[in-house]
């Protein structure tokens, strides 16, 4: 295991949120979408279940998107901004399946602060074991959705096997012609 895996999962969860967006779609429009997104990712604390949470969360995903592309000092600001902006304690907590792990938040912070503070949790391990270029963004052309690559040989290339099967047939119909 390449990080802890509070952090992969937090890693993940990120790129997620940010993929709910995308160029011709957005995933994330009503309270019924993010109560999956939560329930999937597992996300604890408190909740208000209303259009106003809903759109704190979505206005943090372009803020997250931006992370991927951004260079190691670039990163390092934007990250302290996000914890200094949250007031982030981080602590040690266990709940549910996990044992312990680190919590930055209370649990009654707004579920975006939660989110983006875990996200900053996450590439502050990132930045320091200076693995930046674990995160990518797909490598198809007609996708820019956020990839991380967690496996030993730094391989992973594309956001699913839907994009990754569609640039292979591309790239065999092209040699076949």
């Given at each position: 295991m390449l990080?802890?895996?509070?952090?992969?999962?937090?890693?993940?969860?990120?790129?997620?949120l940010?993929?709910t967006?995308g160029?011709?779609?957005?995933?994330?429009e009503?309270?019924?979408?993010l109560?999956e997104?939560?329930?999937?990712?597992?996300?604890?604390g408190?909740?208000?279940?209303?259009r106003?949470?809903?759109d704190?969360v979505?206005?943090l995903?372009?803020l997250l998107?931006r992370?991927?592309r951004?260079?190691?000092?670039?990163l390092?600001?934007?990250?302290n901004?996000?914890?200094?902006?949250?007031h982030a304690?981080?602590?040690?907590?266990a709940?549910?399946?996990?044992?312990?792990h680190?919590?930055a938040t209370a649990s009654?912070?707004?579920?975006?602060d939660?989110?983006?503070?875990?996200?900053a949790?996450a590439?502050?391990?990132?930045?320091?074991?200076?693995?930046?270029?674990?995160l990518?963004?797909c490598?198809?052309?007609?996708?820019?959705?956020?990839?991380?690559?967690l496996?030993?040989?730094?391989s992973?290339?594309y956001c699913?096997?839907t994009?990754?099967?569609?640039?292979?047939?591309?790239?065999?119909r092209a040699?076949?012609?």
């Amino acid at each position: 295991m390449l990080f802890a895996h509070d952090t992969e999962v937090a890693l993940n969860a990120a790129a997620a949120l940010v993929n709910t967006q995308g160029r011709d779609r957005d995933l994330l429009e009503t309270v019924g979408q993010l109560d999956e997104v939560v329930r999937e990712w597992g996300w604890t604390g408190s909740r208000r279940r209303d259009r106003a949470e809903l759109d704190e969360v979505r206005a943090l995903r372009p803020l997250l998107r931006r992370l991927w592309r951004m260079d190691e000092d670039a990163l390092v600001k934007q990250v302290n901004g996000m914890l200094r902006d949250a007031h982030a304690l981080p602590q040690l907590t266990a709940h549910g399946e996990w044992g312990y792990h680190l919590h930055a938040t209370a649990s009654n912070a707004p579920l975006a602060d939660r989110m983006a503070v875990e996200a900053a949790m996450a590439f502050v391990d990132v930045i320091r074991q200076g693995e930046l270029d674990r995160l990518q963004v797909c490598d198809a052309d007609d996708c820019d959705d956020a990839v991380v690559d967690l496996s030993k040989n730094r391989s992973k290339r594309y956001c699913s096997t839907t994009c990754s099967n569609r640039v292979n047939v591309a790239a065999f119909r092209a040699r076949h012609r």
